[in-house]
């Protein structure tokens, strides 16, 4: 059998792939076995057991975590979305108001710098 330069070509190409894959997985030891160092470290150092991780990676396991209980979602503010009557008015301009919550507007810093913001407080009936 006569090998062509196509042949030899081709076998120095498989050498140095197959050279590049060993490369390629002690790399990967290397890296997952760092990764497994930190794995191992932060188990510890929470409590968490070989059982409990082999618990969380059964097929299925994500299902489950998304219908827990309602108690581990968070609430939404009491607060939103509910209208609050305005606590200050600008005597300048009587159309301008002002809850008292959030960032205050000009007129309401100025009126505070003044140390006249109780002169806008709106009295309720």
Not at 8 to 35: C, D, Y
Request: hydrophobic share 40%; charged share 25%; proline share 6%.
């Amino acid at each position: 059998m006569v090998r062509t330069t196509t042949d030899v070509q081709l076998a120095k190409i498989q050498k140095q792939m197959a050279e590049l894959q060993k490369k390629q997985q002690a790399l990967l030891s290397r890296t997952n076995t760092k990764a497994l160092a930190q794995i191992v470290a932060i188990a510890a150092k929470y409590g968490i057991t070989a059982a409990d991780i082999v618990e969380e990676m059964k097929p299925g396991r994500s299902e489950k975590a998304k219908s827990r209980p309602a108690r581990m979602h968070k609430k939404p503010a009491a607060t939103t979305n509910k209208k609050v009557a305005p606590k200050f008015r600008n005597p300048a301009n009587p159309a301008q108001t002002w809850t008292g919550r959030g960032i205050s507007p000009k007129w309401v810093a100025d009126l505070k710098a003044a140390g006249l913001l109780e002169t806008a407080l709106i009295h309720s009936a």
